[in-house]
Every structure is written in structure tokens, then in C-alpha cells.
């Protein structure tokens, strides 16, 4: 198997007339995270300031928003879940999320309006985790399906929310058909974070729940004196998060928005090859997806958010799974002074590659397109802590996956 990173400058950027990012408005993603707070367990995760690692890499900032806090479930996905079956809500008694907070929702009056309600989703772990648990703090049902190879330990999790959970014999893309379908002949609402012809409005309102993330960490920068990033790395398996994270960037800061660089699997980068393909349309990869970065094996993306990368991205790249273990052991065992990240596969892949852009001589073409240099400040998320202990314990303590440079 290869073992080299790929990349692909995007041409498509210039085109003049770009997707509307109004949807992932600052005034927008306010009403997000106003509901959100609503939340008891709701509190700002930690934007770690690693003022070593910048200077090891020589760089001016690297800032990494740790989501391995958010409501106590190891990672960010619980953000797009809630939102999305809040507002499902919201319309189902025609009113506005506006005037639903969390406890107007598990109020008895509301609840009796609404009746017993299931929701359904695929999931390798996190996303299902959220929706299960935000499933119960609503006093609903929820029913997720996990593609093959999923993590038993993620199962469990999800299982331990209170939901119905299940492994099945199908790749990820494969098992949302097969999700779509059984909630179509049983009446469930499926809460997921891909968009396909037909199904638009609960991703849309997926990505937005994940502005809240990206709305907390500009903030945070603003407090460290940081008036923008000037590069954002973000992850992708469907595009969602990182839709979510460029679209907000993009219409804060419209012409003068951070550089971002899309960072997937190469066994399941299908932004990567639709990139490549330079014909401004999304291209799905097929397989069995196998990499370390569960949370990434994604081989079919989002239409929605493909438009806003497509329009807005300026570099995508394809990963090995080293790179993700890399990340995991930089942000884990941190130069004296750091704090710690705990950070999974899929969180810490955007580590591993800043931390190889800048030290490795193969990889100086890149780093001079993107113009990554002294005055850089960097803003990374590592969206999920060890949500499989022991494939983390394998990588950080035991050393699988090296680097294959």
C-alpha cells in the first residue's frame, strides 16, 4: 500500500461566482450556539494554545480547539446531532428553535404534543453517541446502525445512551442506504450528516450545529489577542465539519478568510478525487475503506458542504494513516510547557500533517504554496479524544502505524 501523502492544489477557487455560505452566517450560527448553551452540560471546549510546538515548527501560532470535553462524550459530532433533531422539532410543532430551549423540549406539555418520536442514523461511533444521547436528554428513541469493522468499544458507548445499536456486514456508505431504508418502512427520522437529492434539510442543520464549535474557537482566538488564523486545517469524511468550519470562515471574513486545507484518508478521500477531477462535481470512492481514521471512512461526500470546499478551499490532501498516528503522539506527549491533547485518529491527522509540511524536506512545495511561515498562526481541531482506548494505547504507548515517510 502507498504511504505518501497526496495533494491537490484547488483550481476550482476561481470561479467567480461562489455558493452562498449565508447558512453558516455569524448572525446564523449565534441562534446555534445560543441553543446549545441551553444544554446544562453545555461549556466552551478548550482552545489549547501550544506555544512550543510553534516554535519547534517555526511558526508564529498553533492553536488547537480540544473537543475531547464536549458534554462529556470524547468528541464534537453531539453539537451537529442536537441541533438537527432540535430543529426537527422545532418545525414538527411549527414554531422557531428560537423559542425552544432544552427545557421548553422535555417538558411535559411538549412532549405530549409530540408523542414518542425514533430517530435513526449510520455511524462509526461519535456521530451516533451524539444523536443516542441527545435522543435521551429529549426522552426520545433513537435506533444506529455501525458500518463493518466498527469498534465494539463504540458500540458499547452508543449502547450505554440508551439506544438500540447495531454492527452490520456493510461498508459506510452502504449501511445509511440501508438506514434510509428501514426508517422509510418503519417512520424513524434519520439524523444524518450527509446530504443526497431528497435529503438536504437535516444536514443543512447538521453543519450549522457544528458552527457552534467554530464560532467558540474564533471567539477563544480573539482572547489570545488572535484576530484570525491565518491557516485552518480541517479533517473531512463526508465534508460536513469541514463545510461547516470553511463556510463559517468564509462568510466572517468573506475575500480575507483564513487558507484551509482539507485533509482526508487516502483510502476514503473522496474530496480529494473530486478535486482532481477539476469539473466542479462530487466524486465518491468505493471499497471497504479501511484506515485507522474511522471517524474519516466516509467514501461519498456531502453535496451540500462540497460546494462550499469546492468554492472556498485552498489545498486538498490525502493522508496515510501514519500521518493520524503521528498527530496522535505530537499532541499526546507535548514539548515541556504544552498542554496535552488527547486526540483520537480522526483528531489529531491535521497534527500529523502540519508537523510533516514543516519539517520535512519532501514536503517544501507544499508548505510554500500555502505560505506557511513565521508569521503563520494555525488553527487546528481535534475533534474526538480516545474513543477507542485501545487503538489509541496501540498507537501512542505500543508505536503502530510509524511514520513511513
Not at 473531512?236 to 461547516?244: D, F, I
Not at 470562515?249 to 473522496?270: H, L, M, W, Y
Not at 474530496?271 to 479501511?290: E, F, I, K, R, W
Amino acid at each position: 500500500m502507498e504511504q505518501k501523502i497526496k495533494w491537490a492544489v484547488n483550481c476550482m477557487m476561481k470561479k467567480t461566482e461562489k455558493v452562498s455560505t449565508d447558512f453558516l452566517s455569524e448572525k446564523e450560527v449565534q441562534k446555534v450556539k445560543k441553543f446549545h448553551e441551553s444544554f446544562p452540560q453545555y461549556h466552551f471546549t478548550p482552545l489549547r494554545n501550544l506555544e512550543k510546538l510553534a516554535k519547534y515548527l517555526e511558526v508564529s501560532g498553533v492553536y488547537v480547539k480540544d473537543e475531547s470535553y464536549r458534554f462529556g462524550l470524547n468528541a464534537f459530532k453531539v453539537l451537529g446531532g442536537s441541533f438537527a433533531m432540535a430543529k426537527y422539532l422545532a418545525q414538527r410543532l411549527g414554531k422557531d428553535i428560537g423559542q425552544l430551549d432544552y427545557n421548553t423540549l422535555v417538558s411535559d406539555e411538549i412532549r405530549k404534543q409530540l408523542g414518542e418520536i425514533t430517530f435513526t442514523t449510520t455511524t462509526d461511533g461519535n456521530h451516533g453517541r451524539g444523536v443516542a444521547w441527545t435522543a435521551k436528554e429529549l426522552k426520545q428513541k433513537s435506533i444506529i446502525y455501525m458500518p463493518k469493522g466498527s469498534s465494539a468499544t463504540r458500540l458499547n458507548n452508543i449502547k450505554a445512551e440508551g439506544a438500540e445499536a447495531y454492527i452490520t456486514e456493510l461498508n459506510y456508505d452502504d449501511t445509511v442506504r440501508m438506514t434510509s431504508e428501514e426508517a422509510r418502512k418503519h417512520g424513524w427520522i434519520v439524523v444524518q450528516d450527509t446530504a443526497w437529492e431528497g435529503y438536504e434539510e437535516i444536514p443543512t442543520w447538521i453543519m450549522q450545529g457544528y458552527g457552534t464549535m467554530a464560532a467558540e474557537a474564533l471567539e477563544q482566538l480573539r482572547e489570545l489577542k488572535v484576530d484570525k488564523p491565518t491557516h485552518i486545517f480541517i479533517q473531512a469524511g463526508v465534508g460536513s465539519l469541514a463545510g461547516a468550519v470553511q463556510g463559517y470562515f468564509a462568510s466572517v471574513f468573506g475575500e480575507n478568510r483564513p487558507k484551509t486545507i482539507i485533509v482526508e484518508s487516502d483510502q476514503a478521500d473522496c474530496l480529494y478525487q473530486s478535486t482532481l477531477a477539476n469539473d466542479g462535481y462530487p466524486h465518491a470512492v468505493t471499497g471497504d475503506l479501511n484506515t485507522i481514521m474511522a471517524g474519516l471512512a466516509c467514501g461519498e461526500p456531502n453535496t451540500i458542504s462540497w460546494e462550499v470546499l469546492r468554492d472556498f478551499s485552498d489545498m486538498f490532501v490525502s493522508c496515510p494513516d501514519w500521518v493520524a498516528a503521528k498527530g496522535m503522539r505530537i499532541l499526546g506527549s507535548p514539548m515541556k510547557e504544552d498542554c496535552q491533547v488527547i486526540s483520537g485518529e480522526s483528531g489529531a491527522v491535521t497534527a500529523g500533517l502540519l508537523a510533516t509540511i514543516m519539517t520535512n524536506e519532501k514536503m517544501k512545495e507544499v508548505k510554500a504554496l500555502l505560505g506557511l511561515d513565521a508569521n503563520s498562526k494555525i488553527l487546528l481541531f481535534s475533534t474526538e479524544g480516545d474513543t477507542d482506548p485501545d487503538k489509541y494505547h496501540s498507537i501512542v504507548w505500543d508505536g503502530a502505524y510509524p511514520v513511513m515517510e
